[in-house]
């Protein structure tokens, strides 16, 4: 029973264009929500956050917005870049997850952003 | 710099034998965690601490175990290798305390034949 999904396990866009990357989630008890990104042979790195008491978080070209009556949020990249080719991972935690704020990660969605 | 090394960063071993994957962290973090990346299934919890002398069992922990004797260090041992847990493996670490990102190391790709 996957908590966070990513349904869409790859996506193509244009150079220059926006890429949106979707990610569900079911439990209720979620309220922090993070963006990982990951290049070949590299472990994940960290991307961008958002509280459940936001329902949008910009960092230059990244914004995630986050809907939570839907529990649902998606990263915009804007524009995309060739190097922003890479897999993405949702993530999630919340109270209940331990004092370590323990990661729950969807299944990942490898974006390729076409020159 | 800190960073967070793993070794080795490849492996194969047989069906049988016991493997230990080392971790190590020079953030100084008190929370460390090991993940496996398999496809489909994303980045899933094997074990993880939260300081010196304290481990705990994550989502898919059998056939695993960790011991944390300092902290920098969690070193992870697979039993009795499966084929099962052909994967690729990744530490990671935080800082105490609520929303504080993990770092993540390389990863360890892993076979067992």
């Known amino acids: 029973d996957q908590q966070v999904k990513q349904n869409s396990p790859s996506l193509s866009v244009q150079e220059g264009r926006i890429s949106i990357l979707n990610c569900d989630y079911t439990?209720?008890?979620?309220?922090?929500f993070l963006w990982y990104k990951k290049y070949p042979a590299e472990g994940p790195t960290f991307l961008i956050s958002i509280s459940s008491i936001k329902d949008k978080n910009e960092d230059g070209r990244f914004t995630v917005f986050l809907n939570k009556s839907a529990k649902h949020l998606s990263l915009h990249i804007v524009p995309s870049q060739p190097g922003d080719s890479a897999v993405y991972f949702c993530a999630a935690t919340g109270t209940g997850t331990g004092s370590a704020r323990q990661l729950t990660f969807g299944s990942g969605t490898q974006l390729t952003v076409l020159p | 710099d800190a960073e967070i090394t793993q070794s080795p960063r490849h492996k194969i071993t047989e069906t049988g034998r016991q493997v230990t994957l080392a971790c190590h962290q020079t953030w100084n973090h008190n929370n460390m965690f090991w993940y496996r990346q398999d496809l489909g299934h994303g980045l899933r919890l094997i074990h993880y601490?939260?300081?010196?002398?304290?481990?705990n069992k994550g989502e898919v922990s059998d056939g695993y175990s960790v011991s944390r004797s300092n902290t920098e260090d969690l070193p992870l041992t697979l039993e009795s290798a499966a084929s099962s847990q052909t994967s690729v493996y990744f530490c990671?670490?935080?800082?105490?305390?609520?929303?504080?990102?993990?770092?993540f190391g390389p990863g360890t790709r892993l076979t067992v034949l």
């Open positions: 439990n209720s008890m979620f309220d922090y």
């Open positions: 601490s939260y300081g010196v002398q304290d481990t």
């Open positions: 990671a670490s935080s800082e105490q305390g609520a929303y504080n990102e993990q770092f």
